[in-house]
């Protein structure tokens, strides 16, 4: 598979980070407590990363709320310094909500989902690149209140990784600032981890409706998003109920979210990237197989 050089894995063995969306929730009141630790994480074989997390995971887990809910948010800080949490989805003073959370400190808040789109979320600490280049960062889900249509749906977060040296008898390694000031990532990723859909395929079926939530965490990198093979029936931009239709391809600013539709209209392996090839050369590469279609992919 010559999309980002990807070889094409079997679906037989399940990703260690889901693509599939979170159901459709079914309370109003969201208790949602995250941790911040510092862990290790692999973002390719043999590649290991000093991250900064949201519960031990990159991205953060995922969250589904409905227009009118209530997030009632805590934030407890395990790590050895400040760390924060900033919601796009939330509409509240950062003077208030954003602010540093010391070690072994914790904060809460509340806020009512009111926008329905895909959100990002992240540690808002200075410098924000740092902390969301090491990790802090994740997916909000904001149901309308009308459900939509049923669809197979999935959560792609893309990001990118700047890696120094390798250190130590393990060889971890960690951000290298002027790499991210220069827009230079060694690899740019789904759910931060380089081609992991394509060695993972996410299952389909042939005409089926697929929805995709794509957020951009960035902290730099427009993502142009692109099915080969399919064309998006529907791109909604954040809250519009008015979509864009028989899309091609479409930008994803940095920190930003946007719900795409389409169907695969017949059995086979269809690549999902950001068009910016260097970047699905980097890692932003997945595969979508319709219908149980074996075999490789080459375009």
Same mark, same amino acid.
């Given at each position: 598979?010559?999309?980002?050089?990807?070889?094409?894995?079997?679906?037989?063995?399940?990703?260690?980070?889901?693509?599939?969306?979170?159901?459709?929730?079914?309370?109003?009141?969201?208790?949602?407590?995250?941790?911040?630790?510092?862990?290790?994480?692999?973002?390719?074989?043999?590649?290991?990363? #000093?991250?900064?997390?949201?519960?031990?995971?990159?991205? &953060?887990?995922?969250?589904?709320?409905?227009?009118?809910?209530?997030?009632?948010?805590?934030?407890?800080?395990?790590?050895?310094?400040?760390?924060?949490?900033?919601?796009?989805?939330?509409?509240?003073?950062?003077?208030?909500?954003?602010?540093?959370?010391?070690?072994?400190?914790?904060?809460?808040?509340?806020?009512?989902a009111r926008v329905p789109g895909a959100f990002m979320y992240h540690c808002g600490t200075a410098p924000v690149a740092a902390h969301i280049a090491n990790g802090m960062y994740g997916a909000l889900i904001v149901d309308p209140v009308r459900p939509r249509s049923a669809a197979r749906e999935f959560v792609p977060v893309q990001s990118e990784f700047y890696l120094?040296?390798?250190?130590?008898? #393990?060889? @971890?390694?960690?951000?290298?600032?002027?790499?991210?000031?220069?827009?230079?990532?060694?690899?740019?990723?789904?759910?931060?981890?380089?081609?992991?859909?394509?060695?993972?395929?996410?299952?389909? &079926?042939?005409?089926?409706?697929?929805?995709?939530?794509?957020?951009?965490?960035?902290?730099?990198?427009?993502?142009?998003?692109?099915?080969?093979?399919?064309?998006? #029936?529907?791109?909604?931009?954040?809250?519009?109920?008015?979509?864009?239709?028989? @899309?091609?391809?479409? #930008?994803?600013?940095?920190?930003?979210?946007?719900?795409?539709?389409?169907?695969?209209?017949?059995?086979?392996?269809?690549?999902?990237?950001?068009?910016?090839?260097?970047?699905?050369?980097?890692?932003? @590469?997945?595969?979508?197989?319709?219908?149980?279609?074996?075999?490789?992919?080459?375009?």
């Open positions: 598979m010559s999309h980002g050089e990807a070889p094409v894995g079997t679906p037989s063995q399940p990703a260690e980070r889901a693509a599939e969306a979170p159901p459709r929730s079914t309370v109003h009141r969201h208790r949602v407590r995250f941790e911040t630790i510092h862990a290790r994480h692999t973002i390719a074989p043999g590649v290991v990363y #000093d991250a900064w997390t949201f519960d031990g995971h990159v991205p &953060g887990p995922m969250l589904r709320v409905t227009v009118g809910d209530t997030v009632d948010f805590t934030i407890v800080n395990r790590a050895m310094m400040p760390h924060s949490m900033d919601f796009h989805a939330a509409e509240i003073a950062p003077s208030r909500a954003y602010v540093n959370v010391m070690p072994n400190d914790s904060l809460h808040y509340q806020f009512v120094g040296p390798k250190q130590g008898r #393990d060889s @971890v390694q960690s951000l290298d600032w002027q790499r991210m000031l220069d827009q230079a990532p060694d690899y740019v990723t789904f759910n931060g981890s380089a081609n992991l859909y394509a060695s993972h395929p996410l299952e389909v &079926g042939v005409n089926e409706p697929v929805r995709f939530y794509v957020v951009n965490a960035g902290p730099n990198r427009v993502s142009a998003f692109h099915v080969v093979g399919a064309i998006f #029936d529907r791109v909604y931009l954040d809250a519009s109920d008015m979509p864009l239709r028989g @899309v091609q391809t479409f #930008d994803v600013p940095v920190g930003s979210g946007l719900i795409f539709e389409t169907h695969l209209a017949e059995a086979g392996i269809y690549p999902f990237v950001s068009h910016a090839f260097a970047d699905a050369t980097k890692g932003a @590469v997945g595969m979508l197989r319709a219908g149980g279609a074996s075999g490789t992919m080459s375009h």
